[in-house]
């Protein structure tokens, strides 16, 4: 019998599939561009990113497709048809982006590599969410709060200051709409996924203010046994239409994260590699269960001014305040050398895993301030879209790191292949090391751009410069300044076609600064990156097909080589990474029925300069030569079965290197495969209207795959999940 007859009222069937089902939410598409309309689709797509917003790209309100730079965008659509919970999920299907680095149960970090460069800081509404350098404190956003989210490939320091050279990530927040819609929904799934969320907007009355709330709760299960990930979310903002040319909009964001899973490892052998003595399951935790704690609580507080002087003048004002705390009870192992020895804490031959225990207490509060007045003046048949900006952050921080030592002796001879997690007494436990660090870090940049329009051709040209101060204050290694500047700039052109066809080149430089000394008291010099680009993007008449190449090279000179010889030693300032590669990706809406997205990513990446430790030619870790996707959707709009949306995707990532130095082996390549099934149930029963339903398989073939840092520290990729989601719109 079908459970959504049409004999119940539209109120009984409401409160029936939120307290039955599961459910995130389900919004619209956000892409700032328009899409082609579908036969047989009543509603429009319309733009709901606010007055506000500003591309990646070019920190103004021009088309990312007018950027001779590459860019991707994922929109609301893909985020929420992905299932995703982290930005490390929703980046799996991007071109160029290897993510979840420390598998899928590490969870307290965004972490990924763009284009072969670790990117450890994310952007959220054009503002950077401030990392407490050097340890673990670092906020993330919820998917639930997303419209969408911008990758930005190459050097970015011509707009943002320091920066890795691979990109960067924007994440584009929902805001507040003065068209009324509150949307419910629960969720449940695999590993006792529980979830609920609200996402509410409109304006108030007659006023000329529009809102938005968003409130979300879930818990579940880890892949790891025995331990919890748990989040509490409250994001509420407020647009204010001062007049008909300025708004202000006030934003606050809550997250409580009481349980963040695991941060520990597990090594090679028994897991990548076969061992005799057996195999390390999926679930297997490294750790003890009575030291075991994982817990973050941060709030950012914003505000926006978006005045415009008249039809060409506006300026800017984003500012946010972050306050966030970190409290770490862990055990852990590691593989390092000392003095042309390795030692590991892992014994393949038993199966021993030697582990030390120890605890972080962090804590940072942050400002981030950026100011920006854009104008479009015209001279003649030349068009000049012009950008001055002044940013500025500050942070500051403190760390406490402890280790202690146990007189229970059970705890040191833990057992990899039979793991017993409840052998550590936190009462035997010793104080053996406390370490107090203070950081401070401060940044200040003055960046200009013009985007110039003359016929078929776009030009762009910009220049920034920026002064970045740090300290670190330790009472155990002593006080550590940092005072460096640098000067930034980009240049680049592209050219449209009538035929949709748009070539373009670009060079661009980025920086990233260094703290510390080398081994003669030298401070380090900041590492310095360029990126010479060039490609083709694409877009049909009808807006059916959408495509890009980017073929680039990146050279980071300055960079800092660890010593294989002692890592205690000070890092030296010799090196130089060379990452070159293709990347292509496109989108076609083949019937009014059908679309097909799909990329593809040719990366080689290595140390191409090291004259005393024998690394050059090696390449870094996290760097697959071959990667793609694909995903299509297949929508029926008659029929019985009129309403319903599959979807089905693949991700392939190929091997990498297992550790730095190319001499442990490789991480095999996998390929996992994703599923969707959307229906909207108003074609079941008028009563229905307002309420959907969506099931989510990730890997559903339930591939086995890995990440690794080196043979002692891997981690296993996501297991197979499903979901199913029922939304309901008012």
Known sequence: MNPFSSPYQRSAIAVALLTSFSCSALASDANSTTQPVQDGQSTETITVLGKAYRNTATKTSLEPEETPQGISVIDRQQIEQSGAKSLNQILRYAPGVVTENKGSSVTMYDQFRVRGFLVDQSYYDGLVLQYLTGWNLQPQIDPIALEQVEIFKGPTSVLYGAMPPGGMVNMIGKAPQKERETKLGVTTGSRNLKQASLDSSGQIGDSDFA????????????????????????????DWQLSERTLLNVNLYYQNDPAMGINSSLPASGSVYSNANGSISKSTYAGDINWSQFEREFWLAGFKINHEFNDNWTWLTNTRYMDASLQQKNTYHQCYVYAGVE??????????????????DENSTGVTVDNQLSGRVQFGEVEHNLLFGIDYQRLSGDSTYKEYSTSNSSFYSFNIFSPNNDLLDPSTLTETYNEKTNIKVEQLGFYTQDQIRYGAWVLLAGGRWDHYSASADSNVNGNTDTDQSEFSYRVGALYEFDNGLAPFASFATSFEPTAGQDVNGDAYKPEVSNQIEVGMKYQSQDMSKTASLSVYRIVKSDALVINPADYQDPELQIGELTSQGVELQGKWFITDNLDLSASYTFADMEISKDSEYDLEGTTPIYVPKHAATAWANYSLFDGALAGASFGAGARYVGEMQMDATNTQGKVPSYTVVDVSLDYDLSHLAQSLTGASVMLRGNNVFDETYYSCYDKTNCWYGAERSVELNVNYAF
């Open 211 to 238: 809102y938005r709330v968003i409130a979300l709760a879930r818990k579940q299960d880890s892949q790891v046994q025995g331990m919890d990930e748990e989040r509490y979310v409250f994001a509420p903002s407020l």
């Open 343 to 360: 030692y590991c804490g892992f014994d393949d031959t038993t199966g021993t895993l030697s582990r030390n225990i120890y605890s972080t």
